[in-house]
């Protein structure tokens, strides 16, 4: 008899956001498998769980996914969390659910909280169809690509880190053009939710006197 794998969603802010499902498959998970420990035992110990947890993050992933898949092969439940939405996401993810599917061990998404889709249909861009960029390159390839997605048609959807934020407005002015419609949303689902939809010139300029906080999802317009 084999185990199994959850891939859990945990909320990205507001923590009323996690389904009745995700506590009790954490629950009764015989293990946690958290990005950060101490980030996914605070939502343990909020949610008043007490349970096994191992440290699963970008940096030990590729040797760890092996032996876990190894121990769900054998029987064992586990449940994967990232510090905050859907696992695989921009997050560690995809590397076990492929281990775990090659061994035949069933893989199993449980619905919940991603920071994109809110920042998506909040736009006032279509989001009929629209394509996921995640995270741009940080340094080599970051130009190239946005290049490439110059002729894009469809609503583009990228993270991005506050510090890196006025660099990437700016190039994509460049690669784009500043009248290119776009959207910035920050502090998803907290308090200080915020949504700054200008063109992108007019995006550089706001940033210049209002220092960015916080993760940013950006929504672009997509070629006309």
Do not use: W
Request: with cysteine; aromatic share 4%.
């Amino acid at each position: 008899m084999k185990g199994k794998l959850y891939l859990v969603p945990t909320p990205i802010g507001n923590l009323e956001d996690i389904t009745l499902r995700a506590i009790r498959t954490l629950k009764e998970a015989d293990i946690v498998l958290a990005e950060d420990t101490r980030t996914t035992g605070n939502l343990l110990r909020h949610l008043g769980l007490d349970k096994k947890m191992f440290a699963h993050h970008q940096h030990n992933e590729h040797k760890a996914i092996e032996h876990l898949a190894e121990r769900m092969e054998n029987n064992e439940t586990m449940a994967l969390v990232s510090d905050a939405g859907t696992p695989g996401i921009s997050d560690p993810g995809f590397l076990l659910a492929r281990a775990c599917i090659n061994r035949g061990v069933e893989v199993e998404s449980l619905p919940g909280p991603t920071a994109f889709v809110p920042a998506l249909v909040c736009s006032g861009l279509p989001c009929d169809r629209f394509t996921f960029e995640g995270f741009l390159p940080p340094k080599k390839g970051r130009q190239t690509r946005l290049k490439e997605l110059a002729g894009e048609s469809r609503t583009m959807v990228f993270y991005e880190s506050p510090h890196r934020l006025q660099k990437t407005l700016v190039q994509m002015m460049e690669c784009f053009g500043g009248e290119r419609k776009a959207s910035v949303a920050r502090e998803l689902t907290k308090m200080h939710e915020e949504h700054i939809r200008k063109d992108l010139k007019e995006l550089v300029e706001h940033f210049k006197t209002h220092p960015p906080k916080g993760e940013m999802v950006m929504v672009v317009e997509g070629r006309r």
